[in-house]
């Protein structure tokens, strides 16, 4: 499994159209094949910044929502809305029982 983490932090007068195309963002994404789950987060601390918690099948289905058109995008039109740039960890898990 892929585990994707990520953080964008908006300005305060692009807080509110970040949170909607990042919600459209995770919504289309939820369908496309390989994707576990594909969530968006207000930070408690920071309430202009969004954390992403994603997790795919494996490589393969990333490089396939990667490519899709609409996440592009969606990366372009964030970054315009950040403050900064936005950040993304990629990770290789497993589920482990404890």
């Not at 494996?58 to 396939?64: E, K, L």
């Not at 990667?66 to 990629?90: C, I, Y």
Request: proline share 6%; aromatic share 6%; with cysteine.
């Amino acid at each position: 499994m892929i585990l994707i983490t990520g953080a964008i932090l908006a300005r305060p007068d692009t807080a509110t159209e970040l949170r909607r195309l990042s919600l459209e963002h995770v919504h289309r994404s939820r369908t496309e094949p390989g994707c576990l789950s594909h969530d968006v987060h207000l930070d408690a601390e920071n309430p202009l910044r969004l954390v992403f918690v994603e997790r795919w099948e494996d490589a393969d289905a990333v490089r396939m929502h990667f490519a899709v058109p609409a996440s592009r995008a969606f990366a372009r039109a964030a970054g315009k809305l950040a403050t900064e740039p936005p950040v993304l960890h990629v990770y290789q898990a497993e589920t482990i029982t404890v």
